[in-house]
């Protein structure tokens, strides 16, 4: 269960001036015999000793507890300055915005959706509950540990927890080159989106009081918000209402919101302040060797099936292009398993896609309601290579996190190919085994980057999807200042 904090964090304060004849004055030698407690060099040096042995017993108390500590803006405030490593892009400030932006939203869990509760979901950081027990029937105990039931839509929950320690977090906007804005936008929607008699104003309130208060804050106004940016844990089109009576909120479209770049699980192919970000899947290792064993897992693993599809038809869709591949593969039962995920069946603590996945060279990822789908992550993250329809369901989204060729790990299939009797079976059986091993230790490679680490702080030498994310955010800020 989400929790609320209790302890308040240490304010940052402006260093205190010291004159010149003070500097002077201040060296060892007010070690000397003639040591006087009246020298404000002294005093000075007695509060320095004094500030470091108490946050050195701060910085130790905020990592022994934090796994048990509420998930706030002001966690771990001071856990950062024991962390090395380099930030050559900068720092990223967080705003300590009012908690009705974020931790009130999870607190309110049972009544976030009209349909059932959200608070398993958000649980453990947004990581949702551990899944080892009902996967261990299939993976190897060490590795099952690593896999949780993670919602689709927990982004802006593991978003938060992981910036608020990570290496790169400036503790004065002084010091920053970006700044977050904790507010958890696509949380806050989905009450409101879901219920029929909702209003336009419902829908953007959150929004709308979020932009009233960064437009005030000084470092928003300097840069007119070009250095500030938001996850929004959901698509880019759920946040672009044009009319009052359509769906989604829209949050995007306002004039403040203009230059702030937003993190989503799909973006706006033509808007450049969408950057697109993995989906969230099940995996989240805690340490580099849950990678490698992972990663060591997925090679091996025998793949008796040449393509599978984990989805279901949709029968209000004219010519559903979905029930054109759940016919091909029902065709050719020995090479194709389908999963059907009808009512859920997929997103509700379910392994038997993921078991499909392990036992497929190929996978087949048609775009979903959108044109994205998280089964593109829970796909790769399996080894299996990704058969795509539409360019737009990953190819011109997650540039930073995919590999710069895409035929190096995924196969196209022109969607229209497909309907003028283009069978998928026909296309995948042409590619060699040499091919097939090549792109699947491509896809292998880069697995870290698609996943999410369960740690607070990243692990050493890994960069995971948070740490590409927030390379990426940081890079945007420089080049736009010239730096």
């Known amino acids: ?116 509760s959200r608070c398993d979901a958000l649980s453990n950081y947004g990581l949702g509950k551990s899944a080892a027990a009902e996967i261990s029937n299939f993976l190897p105990e060490k590795l099952a540990a690593a896999w949780y039931w993670t919602d689709q839509f927990s982004l802006e929950v593991i978003h938060h927890r992981r910036i608020l320690n990570y290496r790169c977090r400036a503790l004065t906007p002084e010091s920053a080159s970006a700044f977050y804005i904790p507010i958890y936008a696509g949380l806050a929607i989905e009450k409101y989106i879901f219920t029929a008699n909702s209003t336009a104003a419902d829908r953007d309130r959150h929004c709308d009081m979020m932009l009233n208060w960064v437009k005030n804050q000084p470092f928003f106004k300097k840069s007119n918000g070009w250095d500030h940016f938001i996850t929004m844990g959901r698509i880019s089109w759920d946040f672009r209402r044009s009319r009052d009576e359509d769906w989604g ?99 509700r603590q379910s392994s038997a896609a993921m078991e499909a996945f392990l036992g497929s060279d190929f996978c087949l990822q048609p775009r979903g309601d ?6 593109v992550f829970d796909c790769m993250i399996a080894g299996a290579i990704p058969v795509f329809f539409w360019h737009r369901t990953a ?37 060699n085994k040499v091919k097939i091993k090549n792109m699947r230790e491509k896809i292998i490679q880069h697995i870290p980057k698609l996943i999410y680490m369960n740690s ?12 590409v994310a927030m390379e990426g955010v940081l890079r945007r800020s420089i080049e736009r200042k010239g730096v």
């Open 395 to 431: 190819y011109m989204q997650y540039s930073l996190f995919l590999p710069v060729e895409p035929e190096s790990y995924s196969v196209y299939i022109d969607h229209g190919a497909v309907r003028k009797g283009t069978t998928v079976k026909s296309v995948l059986e042409k590619i």
């Open 249 to 347: 909120s829209s949050c995007i479209y306002k004039p403040e919101m203009r230059n702030i770049t937003r993190l989503l699980i799909e973006r706006n192919p033509w808007d450049y302040f969408d950057i697109g970000v993995p989906y969230p899947t099940g995996f989240h290792p805690s340490s580099a060797a849950d990678v490698v064993n992972w990663q060591n897992f997925v090679r091996n693993q025998n793949r008796s099936t040449l393509f599978c599809f984990a989805g279901a038809t949709r029968s209000s869709v004219k010519e559903d292009f979905r029930s054109i591949l759940l016919q091909q593969c029902a065709g050719v039962p020995g090479s194709c398993r389908a999963v059907d995920c009808s009512s859920n069946k997929c997103e």
């Open 456 to 467: 607070d702080q990243g692990l050493e030498g890994i960069e995971d999807a948070f740490d």
């Open 1 to 116: 269960m989400f929790l609320i904090p209790e302890a308040k964090p240490l304010m940052w304060k402006p260093p205190m001036i010291v004159e010149t004849n003070d500097r002077q004055n201040c060296g060892i030698g007010f070690l000397k015999p003639h040591f006087s407690v009246h020298r404000r060099c002294t005093w000075l040096l007695i509060a320095v000793v004094l500030l470091q042995i108490f946050l050195l017993h701060i910085g130790i108390t905020a990592q022994n507890g934090l796994r048990s500590s509420p998930l706030t803006t002001e966690t771990s405030s001071v856990n950062t300055l024991s962390v090395g490593g380099e930030c050559p892009y900068g720092k990223i400030f967080v705003y300590e915005i009012p908690e009705l932006f974020n931790a009130e939203i999870v607190k309110n869990c049972d009544s976030l959706n009209p349909w059932y």
């Open 370 to 375: 959108s044109f994205t789908r998280r089964s």
